[in-house]
Structures are given as C-alpha cells and as structure tokens.
C-alpha cells in the first residue's frame, strides 16, 4: 500500500512536513558553549556571629542603636550552672521575705469566758465550764498561726555560687545586653520604653545599673513590665521573673567585683621578731 493510501489515523508526519509537532527546544547544558557550571553558595553567616559565645553580648548606645559588641566577664557569666544551690537559694529568699506576723488569739487571750455558760448537769448538752472554750463560737483557736520568723541562713559562698548561676543560665540563653549610657534629662516613660523596646526586650526587662539615678528609676516607674535595680542588689527572684537583662556597662566591673568567682588576693604580713614564725591569721 502507497504512503498516500494509507489511512489518516497510521499516517506519520515526516520531519519536513508542516504537520510535524515541534518539539520545545533544549537548553545547552552548562558544560556546553564553554561555560561551567557554578554551584549556589550557603548563605554564609556573619564573622562575628559564627564566632560570637554566650559571652559576647550585644552592646547598644544611648540611643538603643547597636553599636557593637560587649565582652562578659567569664569568672561571673561563664560558670556551670548549679541547680540545686540555685533552688535553695531562691526558697531562702521567698522566705526571707515573709513577715511571719499571722495571729491567732489562744483561749486564754479571748475576752470573755468567765462564768460557767450553764449548770452542769439537766440540760441535756455537753458540760462546758467556758463560752470561750475552742469548742464554742466565739472561742479560742488551738495550734493557730503564732508570730515567728521563716528567715534561712545560708552561708556566702553558696548565695554568690547561686547568683553566678542564674547569670549564666541568661547569658546561655542569650538574654543578656548591654548599654553604654542613657541620654535622658527628664523622667519621660515613653523615651524609656522606646530605649528598651530598641534594645529587644520584648516581655520583661530588668534594668541593672551601677549607682542610684533617680530621673532613670521615675521613667522606669510607670512600665509595668520593667525594673530598674543596683549592681550589688541582684538576686536571683528579680533576675527568674524578668526575661532579659539589661546591664549598664559601668555596672559589669562592679558586678564582677562582687560576685566573682575568683577570690581577691590578700597580702599577708609576716612577724619580724623571731625566724620561722608562720602567717598572721
């Protein structure tokens, strides 16, 4: 049979025929043409990040804008966390913190109650010889809460160990910054919340300066998320119930002054009188 007698449905379109479907055309692969094939890079990370430790911190002007990075003291934000002198010393301060002056009147305190209430026998009830007994309403109160003192001792050492913790448990979590200065004149709570809230706090700040400033603590008053405290006034109540810390950078030395891990060195003197005599003590 002739190609032309063919049927239309076994009919193929020959290449030089207009019929014929175009196929898409094909790119050149990238190794033809003399070109070579580059690969996509990662997204490189920043120097300073890739190389930033939890105690490389930011640092921020008077303005909240950042203006590098600041370097924490290691002996005071890079120890290993204790957890268990961390809890005793948080329960310490809960309960350094109670009043204990619940009262409760005893039954030789109530007023009243001299006179038996009723005869002792014929009337069928209990034989009371007192309406202020702990049995009758209106009486006293038996084992009741008595004045008393919930203070715990704890020594030093262990308290400064629990505060370096807590410090280092936020500097792990990269919640610790740290600003130059303030360029506020006047209390103004709207330039301290726009100084934080340019710094990243964006839940709870706790504001760690190195002295008293009393136009810092009035623009600070008003935000109820924000505390202003003393270097040497950091406990570890303030620093659990806020989320960021904000350290000043004139308070950083007096916080490594006073917590730090690495006790000062003392200069002994040595007697003169006699050879072998040992230290003073």
Same mark, same amino acid.
């Given at each position: 049979?002739?190609?032309?007698? /063919?049927?239309? %449905?076994?009919?193929?379109?020959?290449?030089? @025929?207009?019929? +014929?479907?175009?196929?898409?055309?094909?790119?050149?692969?990238?190794?033809?043409?003399? %070109?070579? /094939?580059?690969?996509?890079? #990662?997204?490189?990370?920043?120097?300073?990040? #890739?190389?930033?430790?939890?105690?490389?911190?930011?640092?921020?002007? +008077?303005?909240?804008?950042? *203006?590098?990075?600041?370097?924490?003291?290691?002996?005071?934000?890079?120890?290993?966390?204790?957890?268990? =002198?961390?809890?005793?010393?948080?329960?310490?301060?809960? /309960?350094?913190?109670?009043?204990?002056? *619940?009262?409760?009147?005893?039954?030789?305190?109530?007023?009243?109650?001299?006179?038996?209430?009723?005869?002792?026998?014929?009337?069928?009830?209990?034989?009371?010889?007192?309406?202020?007994?702990?049995?009758? =309403?209106?009486?006293?109160?038996?084992? %009741?809460?008595?004045?008393?003192?919930?203070?715990?001792?704890?020594?030093?050492?262990?308290?400064?160990? &629990?505060?370096?913790?807590?410090?280092?448990?936020?500097?792990?979590?990269?919640?610790?910054?740290?600003?130059?200065?303030?360029?506020?004149?006047?209390?103004?709570?709207?330039?301290?919340?726009?100084?934080?809230?340019? =710094?990243?706090?964006?839940?709870?700040?706790?504001?760690?300066?190195?002295?008293?400033?009393?136009?810092?603590?009035?623009? &600070?008053?008003?935000?109820?998320?924000?505390?202003?405290?003393?270097?040497?006034?950091?406990?570890?109540?303030?620093?659990?119930?806020?989320?960021?810390? =904000?350290?000043?950078?004139? /308070?950083?030395?007096?916080?490594?002054? &006073?917590? @730090? *891990?690495?006790?000062?060195?003392?200069?002994?003197?040595?007697?003169?009188?006699?050879?072998?005599?040992?230290?003073?003590?």
């Amino acid at each position: 049979m002739a190609d032309d007698e /063919a049927p239309v %449905g076994a009919r193929r379109a020959s290449p030089s @025929s207009g019929r +014929a479907r175009r196929s898409a055309p094909t790119l050149p692969s990238p190794t033809e043409g003399g %070109g070579e /094939a580059k690969p996509r890079r #990662a997204p490189r990370k920043k120097a300073e990040e #890739a190389d930033e430790g939890p105690l490389s911190v930011p640092a921020f002007d +008077a303005n909240g804008e950042r *203006s590098g990075r600041a370097q924490l003291p290691e002996s005071v934000f890079g120890q290993e966390p204790n957890m268990a =002198v961390m809890h005793q010393a948080y329960v310490r301060q809960l /309960a350094n913190a109670r009043q204990g002056t *619940s009262k409760t009147k005893r039954r030789g305190e109530v007023a009243g109650g001299g006179a038996k209430p009723y005869r002792q026998k014929g009337t069928g009830r209990a034989r009371h010889g007192s309406n202020r007994e702990p049995s009758m =309403v209106g009486g006293g109160t038996v084992f %009741g809460p008595q004045p008393r003192s919930y203070v715990q001792r704890m020594p030093r050492k262990m308290r400064r160990l &629990a505060l370096r913790s807590a410090l280092s448990v936020k500097a792990g979590e990269r919640k610790v910054s740290v600003l130059e200065g303030f360029d506020i004149e006047e209390p103004r709570t709207k330039v301290m919340e726009d100084l934080l809230r340019a =710094v990243g706090i964006s839940e709870t700040g706790l504001l760690v300066l190195p002295a008293p400033n009393d136009v810092i603590a009035r623009s &600070a008053g008003n935000l109820p998320w924000a505390k202003v405290i003393l270097a040497h006034n950091l406990n570890l109540y303030d620093i659990f119930t806020h989320d960021q810390l =904000v350290i000043a950078r004139d /308070a950083l030395g007096q916080i490594e002054e &006073a917590f @730090s *891990s690495i006790p000062p060195t003392r200069t002994r003197g040595r007697r003169e009188e006699g050879p072998g005599e040992g230290d003073l003590k």
